[in-house]
Nanobody, 118 residues
Framework: QVLLVESGGGLVQAGGSLRLSCAAT????????MGWYRQATGKQRELVAS???????NYADSVKGRFTISRDNAKNMVYLQMNSLKPEDTAVYYC????????????WGQGTQVTVSS
């Protein structure tokens, strides 16, 4: 069974930083591309960063240069370091596999709320 648990969100002022963590089980973690997604109120969920099992990373243009994704395969953990946060980064952040298969789409965690005040 897939279990995804996100943590580390909070309220921060613009320009601040947060580090998100995701604990993943039952997802063939060591061989899977993992990603961080976010969903702002009234908007569709979007992929903001992904990382392959070997450490290759990709970022959405909106976060490039500010966010850094990393993983610890031994601990089945994925992290998202977010710097220079902007109010438009406010959203609930989730981790999951990439690409988002029909199966994985059934196993979203509770997410972690990030709120950036101006």
């Amino acid at each position: 069974q897939v279990l995804l648990v996100e943590s580390g969100g909070g309220l921060v002022q613009a320009g601040g930083s947060l580090r998100l963590s995701c604990a993943a089980t039952g997802i063939w973690f060591s061989v899977r591309v993992m990603g961080w997604y976010r969903q702002a109120t009234g908007k569709q969920r979007e992929l903001v960063a992904s990382i392959s099992s070997g450490g290759d990373t990709n970022y959405a243009d909106s976060v490039k240069g500010r966010f850094t994704i990393s993983r610890d395969n031994a601990k089945n953990m994925v992290y998202l370091q977010m710097n220079s946060l902007k109010p438009e980064d406010t959203a609930v952040y989730y981790c999951n596999g990439v690409p988002l298969t029909t199966t994985l789409d059934k196993y979203w965690g509770q997410g972690t709320q990030v709120t950036v005040s101006s």
